[in-house]
Structures are given as C-alpha cells and as structure tokens.
C-alpha cells in the first residue's frame, strides 16, 4: 500500500470547546470524529498502535507484510469483493505502515459510512492470512524492495536512519529485506496480529460529514466488546552519540544522493513548533536559505530539502539533495555552512514571519480536506492520548519567537551530533568524513 503521509504536528493546551468528539468504549477501543457539516464525504480510518519500530529483527517488515495481507480477503470477503464494495459507490480504500502506526482507511460518501465501516472491520478483525496469499504477497513485496533500493532518493533516507539509529528498529527498512520477508510464516503473521492488534490498542477515526453517535453505534456492533489486554510497547530508542557518524554506498549512478542531518525532538517535545519554523525556513520551500543557495545561487541540486520526524521519544532533523556526482563535497560543504549560519546567527525576523504565515497557510488549506483530518485526529489521539484544534496549533506557532528558533539552532546542530549517508560513484574514502564540520 501506500507509503505513510509526512507527520502532523500537535500542540497543548484549549482556546476552545474543541470540534472533535472522543469515545472509549469499555473494551478500551477509543472513537474520535471530527463533524464537518458542509461535506458530502466522510474519511474513515482504523488506528493500531503498531509498526516497525515493535519489530524484532526476524521479524523486521512484518507490519507492512500484514497491511498488505489484510487486502487479500477475509473469512467473509474475497480481495475482489473488499475493493468492489467501496469503488462501486464511487469510494477508496488505502492502507498504510509507519513507525508506529499502521492505518486502514477509507473515503465514501457520506450515506456509505456504514458500508465502509463493515469493510474496514473485516479487514481488521477476519483477514484470512492464507499461506498462497502470504507467498504470494512475498514475490510483491520483494519487488517493493527491489523498487526502492533501486531508487536512491528513496535508499538514502533508509540508510541515514541506519546511521542515526544504528541496530535499532528505527534504523531498520520498514518494508523489511528480501531475507526477513522471505522467512515469514502464516503463524508468523497471526501471532503479530494476535499481539498487537487489540482494542485498547486501537483508535476509529472519521472526519467529514459524520455523526458522532451514529458512528459509535456502528463500532459498537462491529467491534469486539469486554475489557481487553494491553498492547506491547516499543523499546526505547537509543540516541547517545559521540562523534559524527556516515555511511556511504559506492553506486553508479547520475547523481549523488545524500541526507545529512541531526537527531531532533521527540513527538511531544516543547521546542517541535521552533525546530519545524526552522525546518521550513532552512529547506522546505522554494524561497528556503538551502534551496536559495544551492539550487538558485550555486547551481549544485535540482532537488533540495529538508523535514523532520518525531516519534514517541526521538526525532530527526534531515536535509536531502540529488547533485552531480562531482560536486557532492561540494554541496555537502554548502548545506554544512548554512546549517552553521542559522546555529550562529538565527534567523532573519522575515524570514521567521515568511515561515509562520508558509506554515498557517498550508495548514489552513490541508484542514480543508477530510482525509487529512481524519489523519491528523487519528495519529493525534492514538499516538498522544488527545487531539488539538485548528486554533490551539495556530497558537503554538505564533508564539515561537526568534530566540526561541535560535536557541533550538544551537541545540541540536551541533557537530558531533552530525550523520550522512549517501549513494553515488564517487562517496567513498576520507573526504566525506572530514567535511562532516559544524
């Protein structure tokens, strides 16, 4: 299925009575809606608290395996039938696996919630997991794998998480490799399930024209009832570092690809509003200082970027660029120097202001859309215990000043906490290490 969508942010504290509405039935599955009357559809969404930093490293890509499998028919449904009952009312069905969640979804009409519902349930609760599926899901999967290490934009990034969470689950591919994949076993598959997907592990989420109680009567018939077990919970991540680290893939290939970043915050962390100002200022638009200098100035990248992650208890900063392969110390020198300029001298008060109102504005027009709330009340309420509105996170935002961005600058470019990877002809030898300087 789909790769998951980049990451939402929340804030704290109420402005207001909050738009959204939360249910915890007594088995411990929670129910969020977020009504949006002047819709005609309605996105649906069902939440499990697992991904791929729960796996072992046998298991390594198993919770993508199972995403996939889940489309493959039920007790009750053939493949065929699953896609067919939500596409003939001119719906969609999609899955997806992150780090720590997986999500099923689906957007109909507002009149076909039901219908959507039941599918979603099915998949969830009755997949049939069958050993000719797994097999031959495994050949698809391979060829995902095979597709993305054949990509180096895309490999670059699974590489730097290598670096920045060595022998870890995070630094681990999320779609696994062609070894993991090729071992899993059918009893594999359902004792994964059997752990994980359980109804305190489990979040309902749906925005759009919805009725908060109807949707909750319709969980209520669907779901299992009683009090459940809980759900295993994820290692923590390791993030101690002592020097700058790298891992360089000698490839031929047309350009270089690199990402060079940061460990950054985690998930709930006070400075995350900062660290994306910062982001968004450094490197997530055209009029960012990197895409300006390296790109525009200087001629040395088509694609140039950087984002950030936040899980549970970590993050990352990161910048990526594809360049000629013999202007890879170059650029990599280029991002460096800027990175140590916002470190020294913070921003600019325009461009803190061009990246609040860059940020608002994207914002504003992304709440416009039911999938993307039915996102972002989903991972919110899975992931942290709440949702926050529109107005709250707006909030945040604006009161990030530029001492603020300054200061989170300083903390997390720092240079031992430094870490590349990069795919390309000519990556190899000391060079890349010695130009690894803040």
Known sequence: MSRPPAARLRG??????????????????????LEMPAM?????????????????????????????????????????????????????????????????????????????????????????????????????????????????????????NAVLWPGQPLGRPLVGTAETVGAFTPDDLRAYRARHYLPKNTVVAAAGKVAHEELVRIVERLAPGGPGRPAPRSAPAADRQRRPALLLCDKKTEQTHLCVGVRGYRREHPDRYALHLLSIALGENMSSRLFQSVRERHGLAYAIGSSVVRYRDTGAFSVHAGVENNKFLRALRLILRELASVRDEGLRPAELARAKEYWTGQFAMEFEKTTRNMLGIGEGLLLTGRVLTKEEILSNIARVGLDDVRRVAADIFRERRLNLAAIGPAVGGTAAHDALHL
């Open 12 to 33: 704290e504290g109420r402005t207001q009575p909050p738009p959204h509405r939360v249910t915890a039935l007594p088995s411990g599955l929670r129910v969020v809606t």
């Open 40 to 160: 005609e559809s309605v996105s649906l969404g069902i939440w499990i608290g697992t991904g791929g930093r729960y796996e072992s490293p046998r298991l390594n890509g198993v919770s993508h395996f199972l995403e996939h499998l889940l489309f493959k028919g039920t007790d009750r449904r053939s493949a065929r039938r699953l896609s067919q009952e939500i596409e003939s009312v001119g719906g969609s069905l999609n899955g997806f696996t992150g780090e720590e969640y997986t999500c099923y979804m689906a957007k109909v009409l507002h009149r076909h919630l039901r219908r959507a519902a039941n599918v979603l349930f099915d998949m969830y609760l009755h997949a049939s997991l069958k050993a000719e599926d797994v097999e031959k899901e495994r050949t698809v999967i391979r060829e995902e794998i095979n597709m993305y290490l054949d990509m180096p934009a895309q490999h670059v990034t699974d590489l730097f």
